[in-house]
């Protein structure tokens, strides 16, 4: 290829001829004619190219703020539709929570109104046992005493049994044949 303006010797710039300044010159212009349209062409088609890309990249960024746009929406719907489903629920925890507490206080008074029966009835049931003990204790020794009683009048009754074999002998004696005619 040819270069459009080649640089001179020092020595043969002075000795240079006006037919060689212009057979240089055309030498350029056909250059410029000949390549000049394919660099208008170039330029041409690298212009093009440039708007297409920008236009490409415009459309790009349109189509990708609508799709984060649509994307933070639906995000943002998402969201709003479960948090509200989490408050729904964390309030009816709240509920139960302090539902069971009541019936739980409501159980807790009750098992000490049961503690407070049962310490009554076990304590009444303690004195009735401790009077009908006592009761049969004093009826154990009042019966105690009256069968002592008794045995004690049936031997100051009794008759010993030599008293009651000399009071046979005697009366046998008397009745006997031999001790009538005496």
């Not at 489903?85 to 509920?95: A, N, P, S, V, W």
């Not at 159980?107 to 049962?118: I, T």
């Amino acid at each position: 290829m040819i270069t459009p303006k080649s640089a001179p010797d020092s020595g043969s710039q002075s000795s240079a001829s006006p037919a060689t300044d212009e057979a240089l010159q055309s030498i350029n212009t056909l250059r410029d004619i000949i390549v000049g349209d394919q660099v208008r062409n170039i330029t041409d088609r690298f212009n093009s190219f440039e708007k297409s890309l920008e236009a490409h990249y415009a459309e790009l960024v349109t189509k990708l703020s609508s799709k984060f746009e649509a994307v933070q929406t639906l995000s943002q719907a998402e969201i709003e539709n479960l948090s509200s489903g989490f408050d729904e629920k964390i309030e009816d925890l709240k509920r139960q929570d302090a539902k069971l507490r009541d019936e739980m206080r409501g159980g807790v008074k009750r098992l000490a109104a049961l503690e407070e029966s049962h310490e009554a009835l076990k304590s009444a049931l303690a004195d009735q046992i401790r009077q009908m003990y006592e009761d049969f204790s004093k009826q154990v020794a009042e019966l105690t005493r009256l069968v002592k009683q008794q045995q004690d009048d049936l031997a100051s009754k009794m008759v010993a049994k030599s008293d009651l074999s000399n009071l046979f002998n005697n009366i046998s004696g008397s009745l006997s044949p031999a001790a009538r005619g005496k």
